[in-house]
């Protein structure tokens, strides 16, 4: 596994934007796996900072 922790998010998509506030969501973390029955790809972690509304995008699921 190798990932990252703040800073722009890695992998193709954008921040998202909160469903509730419209306002861009704070990344948390980042994270790749090459292991495919763990599902093969990034995953992101976001977080809406004034309503407490967490994201994921993710790529390359089994």
């Known amino acids: 596994m190798v990932g990252t922790v703040g800073g722009p998010p890695l992998g193709v998509y954008p921040n998202p934007s909160c469903p509730s506030c419209k306002r861009l969501m704070f990344h948390i973390a980042t994270v790749s796996n ?7 790809g990034w995953r992101s972690l976001f977080l809406c900072e004034d309503c407490h509304t967490v994201a994921v995008t993710a790529t390359g699921w089994n």
């Open 34 to 40: 090459q292991i495919r029955e763990r599902g093969d």
